[in-house]
């Protein structure tokens, strides 16, 4: 982990929580510049259409390290996040901090509206991707979401690549997320994220 090698702690990386304020998504186009080719012939390219997705949340990590500050955590904060930048608002900075258990974590959030995500834990199994698909489009409450990978070969070690990470061919693996509210009282078991590993794949599960 990045804080382990910046400032020689043992953080363990255990399990976290994620409360999605709110998400957006845009059609934006990217018009690439216009160029002359070897004859002196002007070329305009078209517009690259794309997809993006503007969406705020807060993010509760549980750790065994119990020495972690604010100032390491504030340090060690991601500039990029699935291709795009992340932003931290001023007045959500006081809100990055260490503390002792989920609910004390959950009443220093700053938004109230928000919706926590997790596996969607009904008794009927999906026999494929469409039947997922009709469900989600059923319910207000269910969205896909990728929480892993599943690999087509064996990862490998990849020369100059950043932070030695190994690279491997691999497809998504896809699930319903429920989007849930957390009442205090109740148990948030079902609100927390673990990563798992295997031979054949990497995942998150509830």
Known sequence: ????????????????????????????????????????????????????????LSLLIKVNYLELDKEHILACLPQKLCGGAVHIGLPNLSSVDVYNDFKHAVEAIPLTK???????????????????????????????GCVGYHFLELPEDKIGSLDNIQHVFAEPILAAVRMSSFVFGDTHEKLIWQYQKNSTSLYLTN
């Open 1 to 56: 982990m990045q804080i382990n090698k910046r400032f020689g702690l043992k953080v363990d990386f255990q399990e976290f929580a994620i409360c999605l304020h709110s998400y957006s998504f845009h059609k934006r186009g990217i018009t690439k510049e216009q160029y002359y080719t070897i004859n002196d012939v002007q070329k305009i390219p078209g517009i690259v259409d794309s997809r993006q997705c503007d969406f705020l």
């Open 114 to 144: 928000g919706k926590w995500l997790a596996i969607d834990d009904s008794n009927n199994p999906f026999n494929n991707v469409f039947d997922m698909m009709s469900k989600i489009e059923k319910r207000d409450d269910l969205v896909a």
